[in-house]
């Protein structure tokens, strides 16, 4: 057992190293546009990376815009559970993030989403739509990057196809998009 967890710890180590660091700082610049032209960031993925986006989504809007004094418009949409299971109800479970980003999404707008895979239908579509009306997309993957990787403006890949190692790297490069605001409050400033 020992040895299990020693090759998990090295395997994740792994996965940490190859979070590219340019990339996440042209994230990081991209959120900083957002808040200062008052930019809606959305946030969205399955599973995990429901859960991944949520959690970055609270420590954006709460932590970072506390610190920086100015607020951060950040929404999950895998957090209005009813809305969600209405459209996949009525619609198709392909169309639960598209609908909602056709209701709130507009030029100019962020759009950050997660996947291990890269091809989830609901997420791709989703990026499909804010690339056509213009909204900058922003996709954080695995390893086989998927179509999420070759329609996003841009992708961040963790080199690892684990989905657990995965997760934990991308929410890794959440808490860095905050912690930037957090703990450089000045970086926000034109």
Known sequence: ???WINDFVTAQKAALDSIPVEAVAQVIEKLKQAVA???QIFVF????????????ATDLGKGSSDKIGKRFRVLSLNDNVSWMTAIGNDYA???I??????N??????????LSVSGNSPNVVHALDWANQNGLHTVALVGAKK???AEIAHQAIVIDSTHYGRVEDAQMGICHMLCYAFMEKPEIAKL
């Open 45 to 56: 993925g399955n599973g995990g990376s429901a859960m991944n986006a949520s959690h970055f």
């Open 97 to 102: 993030f598209v609908r909602q980003l056709q």
């Open 93 to 95: 479970y392909d169309q």
């Open 37 to 39: 032209e008052d930019r």
């Open 1 to 3: 057992m020992k040895q």
């Open 146 to 148: 998927g179509r999420m």
């Open 104 to 113: 709130y999404g507009r030029k100019g707008d962020l759009v950050l989403a």
